[in-house]
């Protein structure tokens, strides 16, 4: 079963992740994230995460590594509309100015669709 | 008051399956989503933490939740294991820094409860939490 799929548009890479981002699973979707990433030509990643139901502090750890990695290939990570939980919890531990959060509006703006 | 106790063994599944099951028993009592919400997110921490922290590789020891419930808005949680304990007092954790990808567990249970201590005896290492739902939520 996987819980990511990807979508090339452009030169964006879009990746949508559907369920809980936590311990048991963080660290699979972190290395399918890694794997895609590496074989796929693209400007900037968008993490679709509105069907993320829930995220703990080793999802927040897989993003955190996630962003990293981008930067480090001198690209983008944009978070996409995080479900309420989620949003909530990146605002507990501070994260909110450190990722660039696209909400729906945005989302309009960057893929030059809806 | 009412009162509950899970317990599994400390892998991630097990622990995620556990925290599932008291937030279900959670919620045929409590009346406070948010509540709901916010201990949903403290157990799977401490569930977690123990996961990663409390016993050596291969060495698959026990994690247990206590539920005490006092009111629909006033729960008392233990969640403890029998490994190694904590180090130091993590009672006021600090955030880390933004690119850090560990330690935010304590963080997070420290800013949702209302109170927030650690046992240790005979041992069993506990971490015991009040909380209770917010005025305006």
Redesign the interface.
Known sequence: MTQLQFLEQDCTLIAQYVG?L???TAGACKKQLEEEIAKRTFESLILDMEKIS?I???G???L??LN?RIKGYGKSLFLLSPAE?VK??LE????TE?FHILDEDDDALVLGSK | MHTYTLNTMAE??A??QLTKGAVHILQSVLTNAELL?NI??IL??AT?NA??HAYNDGDLGKVEITMHIHTPEHVELQISDWGKGFAQSPVSPK??A????????L??IA??ADTFSVEQHKGKNTLRIQITAKENA
């Open positions: 809980e936590t311990l048991e829930f703990d502090s080793s927040i750890g897989m955190v590594s990293s939980q909530k919890t507990l531990v501070q994260l450190f | 991630a599944f622990c995620r919400e949903k997110l799977t921490e977690a996961v990663c955030l880390s933004p690119e850090a990808e560990d330690g935010r567990g963080y997070i800013k949702l």
